[in-house]
């Protein structure tokens, strides 16, 4: 079929755009009459200048980026809505060389969340009592998920990020220089960047998003409530490209070419076998010992590209929880209605229809009770969810947004 219509997503280099890359080079965007562009940005803060230049139909921003704009945060275009999960999982805890050492003799058990928690926290103290800097790492943007997690994490040590260590925002690419260089202690970014930096020997990965929070959405597509109204067919035919490739990049078969396609100049640029080790779950926390991670990224199965309400508004009750957005708001049920409508699993199943991919009946669960894979009720037939368990073992309710924002 020839393509009719264009769209130009704008994108950054972390494994997480596997499924535009994918979308465009292995021909899904023309099956649907499509002509899928991809421009690359270094971060998702060039991203969204980017945007705002107005030559974007969509981007591949961290999943908590259109709950800000929602709520109107600072630096944050309007009227982001996310109507596709693009990737789950994928992005590792990555500390110098000198600062794992510390941690070690701190009782840190790699990967285990809670201990590293508390290795961090007894660290911190000492350096603040030491009256030496704080602990620095770096995210890609400082509303980007890997903010929440590691606030979450960290905060189960009754560390406070904002003031017991900080957080500056770098180009992903960027970090391991950084850390060699001794500009950051860590970082928490999508790989391949943590891989990298432990094969160069000055650094390790001290656990993962998987460990973290179980199958919890890392990128999404990104674009504007006003063109998603305004282009209902091609949104649609977009979205089960996207599923698709999805479902190509999740197939073992295809591995190595994906990787292959990945290291390009004009995608991740750099060698291939730093890509395998996202794709397989065999992450290395050091040159010598390998970490299996199952579970550690996917872009299909178990409703994996289901943008649900209820992740929307876990992101809102951390940004409540660490003052991101007024006090306020916790109160205002506007304000929740627009974080829950940052995700649109309406516009997902309207355009699952045609492919009857199975999609859940609902738009919110309760995030963090899955320990296993679970049968659930679904549209044309049964779909596995789960597991979804966060590493302290609790539970939010998005019903109950009050209680969940000290979670």
């Known amino acids: 079929m020839a393509a009719s219509k264009s769209f130009k997503a704008g994108f950054s280099p972390t494994i997480d755009c596997a499924v535009l890359v994918v979308a465009a080079e292995k021909g899904f965007d023309t099956d649907e009459g499509l002509s899928l562009e991809l421009v690359k940005k270094p971060s998702a803060s060039d991203l969204l200048v980017a945007w705002g230049a107005g030559d974007l139909h969509g981007l591949h921003l961290p999943a908590s980026l259109p709950v800000a704009s929602a709520l109107g945060l600072p630096d944050m275009p309007a009227d982001l809505v996310a109507p596709f999960v693009l990737a789950t999982g994928g992005a590792t805890l990555t500390v110098s060389q000198i600062l794992h050492d510390d941690l070690a003799e701190q009782g840190m058990k790699i990967p285990d969340p809670a ?6 926290a007894r660290v911190a103290a000492s350096r603040q009592i030491a009256k030496l800097k704080p602990l620095v790492f770096a995210v890609e943007h400082l509303l980007a998920v890997s903010v929440f997690e590691l606030r979450y994490l960290l905060g189960s040590a009754h560390l406070h990020t904002d003031r017991d260590v900080t957080m500056v925002a770098a180009s992903p690419a960027d970090m391991p220089d950084m850390l060699e260089a001794g500009e950051i202690d860590g970082f928490y970014v999508g790989e391949p960047y943590g891989s990298t930096a432990v094969l160069r020997g000055t650094a390790r990965i001290i656990t993962t998003k998987s460990h973290i929070w179980q199958n919890a959405p890392e990128k999404v597509l990104a674009l504007s409530r006003d063109w998603a109204s305004a282009q209902p067919a091609t949104l649609e035919a977009l979205l089960r490209v996207l599923y698709r490739a999805g479902e190509w990049c999740s197939s ?55 943008p649900w309400q209820s992740q929307a508004l876990w992101f809102f009750s951390q940004m409540l929880r660490w003052k991101d957005c007024p006090p306020e708001f916790a109160e205002d049920a506007k304000a929740y209605e627009a974080a829950c409508q940052a995700f649109r699993p309406d516009l997902f199943r309207k355009a699952m229809k045609p492919i009857f991919a199975p999609v859940p009946a609902a738009n919110m669960k309760l995030e963090g009770t899955l320990q296993v894979p679970v049968h659930v009720g679904a549209s044309r037939s049964d779909l596995i969810l789960g597991p979804d368990a966060f590493f302290d073992g609790r539970i939010f309710d998005p019903e109950k947004l009050g209680a969940g924002s000290e979670s």
């Open 252 to 306: 073992h078969a295809n591995i190595e070419e994906l990787a292959g396609i990945l290291s390009a100049p004009h995608y991740l640029d750099v060698d291939g076998d730093l890509i395998l080790p996202a794709l397989t779950g065999y992450i290395s926390h050091s040159p010598a010992r390998m970490l299996e991670c199952p579970g550690f990224f996917s872009t299909s199965g178990k409703a994996a590209n289901f």
């Open 115 to 120: 201990t590293v928690a508390r290795a961090v």
